[in-house]
């Protein structure tokens, strides 16, 4: 059964067997994994791990795909699948910690990280296939052009380590940029030195919103010159020359003061 990629789903299908046995070698599935595979189109990594693990939940939007894969596999509860948008996907329903893997739509996958983000205290780790630029942006380090708002809206919350490059002819049909392997481990909770994750994301969104901004400018609505002087932090910084420790710094100072 053939299947025509869509362009509304973001599908560029990975062919490569290479980087597919490199993929599964890197996440390591052990038979119990509680793992479940965002968008498994038409099976790359679907079949490899099964393989491996006693069952496997996949989260599909595509009723072609649905449709396929329910043709391909026996519904003997070793493949589960779960119809609809990963998006909007209750990963609370599923037994833990989970285990997450997948090609990302790249067209949604900033959102989908952030998703995923909040189910981070049930998630043991996460490989993900992404556009190369985005794996740069999360693990990218102060005062470097990739470093932004999802660099530190990351990585307070996550370790994590580009793993591979994935060249655009590993895929039918070949998507016209480079693509990469990170794999996404949540810090322990003693590690998270933001409490309240609310003020800090608006205060993270705040800086970046204006990067090329003075601190003075972006987060006037948040800290006088006196706060940043308490911080020890210069006013005349930009927001990419903070480290994830000084907006988690300014998230407390603030937090404290309401």
Do not use: W
Request: charged fraction near 25%.
């Amino acid at each position: 059964m053939s299947h025509q990629a869509k362009k509304r789903f973001g599908q560029n299908f990975l062919v490569d067997e290479g980087i597919i046995a490199d993929i599964v070698n890197a996440i390591a599935p052990k038979f119990e994994d509680n793992m479940v595979e965002i968008g498994p189109g038409l099976g790359a990594l679907t079949r490899p791990l099964l393989k491996r693990l006693k069952c496997l939940h996949v989260v599909e939007i595509d009723r072609d795909i649905i449709a396929r894969l329910k043709k391909e596999y026996p519904q003997d509860g070793r493949l589960i699948i779960h119809e609809g948008d990963a998006l909007k996907f209750d990963l609370g329903e599923l037994p833990t910690p989970l285990r997450i893997a997948g090609n990302l739509p790249y067209n949604i996958s900033s959102p989908l990280l952030f998703r995923f983000a909040e189910f981070a205290g049930r998630i043991s780790d996460m490989h993900f296939m992404l556009q190369n630029e985005v794996v740069e942006r999360m693990v990218a380090e102060p005062s470097t052009p990739a470093y932004g708002r999802l660099s530190v809206m990351l990585q307070y919350r996550f370790y994590m380590e580009k793993l591979l490059d994935v060249p655009p002819e590993s895929f039918r049909p070949a998507p016209k940029v480079n693509s990469a392997i990170v794999r996404m481990i949540p810090l322990p909770e003693d590690k998270i030195a933001v409490k309240n994750g609310a003020l800090f994301a608006r205060i993270v969104g705040a800086a970046f919103g204006q990067r090329r901004k003075t601190l003075k400018n972006t987060l006037r609505d948040f800290v006088d010159e006196q706060g940043f002087q308490d911080l020890g932090i210069d006013s005349r910084l930009r927001a990419e020359n903070l480290s994830v420790a000084e907006f988690a710094k300014i998230t407390s100072y603030l937090d404290i003061k309401a």
